[in-house]
């Protein structure tokens, strides 16, 4: 059996759902927000397209339509669908470790003084605000206009995150003012 990457997973469930091509994908993607939960960028669609079809797990043809451009169409292979079953599997069975930029600040985060610590959280806190305020509203918008619930959780999933890493991050900025958690005085080197 052929194992795929996510991206490659994103691309061939769009192709599960119907054939297309290229330049469809990303609108799709752009409409979906799959942006917002998967790592596929615009550049990324025909190298993934690319790939895809030369491991066989999708086949093209050039389609002619009246009074257009020939639009090369991709669709999944038998192989295809069993690698895109394969994956799902897989990824709805097992919790995968996130890394996350925010880890890589707090580990070294003693090189700030309390002040510039808090400061910044202050500002972490300000964008987590506004992510909580755009998953808020893209699950009322994917619900107003009747779209599946499978949909909605790709929204609601990160949206109970943030929730949960906003009370993190308001618990661990309490510990810093109350001095549990005091950073060196900001070390200065050079």
Not at 72 to 81: A, I, L, Q, S
Request: aromatic share 8%.
């Amino acid at each position: 059996m052929s194992r795929i990457s996510n991206r490659e997973a994103a691309i061939l469930g769009m192709l599960c759902e119907s054939p297309r091509y290229g330049y469809e994908l990303e609108k799709i993607i752009e409409d979906r927000g799959m942006r917002n939960w998967t790592e596929i960028g615009f550049s990324s669609i025909y190298y993934v397209l690319k790939r895809l079809e030369k491991r066989a797990l999708i086949e093209s043809k050039i389609v002619g339509l009246a009074g257009k451009p020939s639009r090369r169409v991709y669709t999944v292979t038998k192989e295809g669908m069993k690698a895109i079953k394969e994956k799902i599997k897989a990824l709805l069975s097992k919790n995968q470790k996130l890394i996350s930029p925010f880890d890589l600040g707090i580990a070294y985060l003693d090189l700030l003084k309390s002040e510039e610590i808090l400061e910044c959280l202050n500002l972490y806190l300000k964008s987590t605000d506004e992510r909580l305020s755009f998953l808020q509203d893209s699950i009322r918008r994917r619900k107003e206009s009747g779209e599946p619930n499978r949909v909605i959780a790709l929204f609601d999933r990160p949206l109970a995150h943030m929730k949960t890493e906003k009370l993190w991050v308001e618990g661990f900025m309490k510990k810093i003012q109350e001095k549990e958690i005091s950073p060196e005085k900001g070390r200065e080197y050079g």
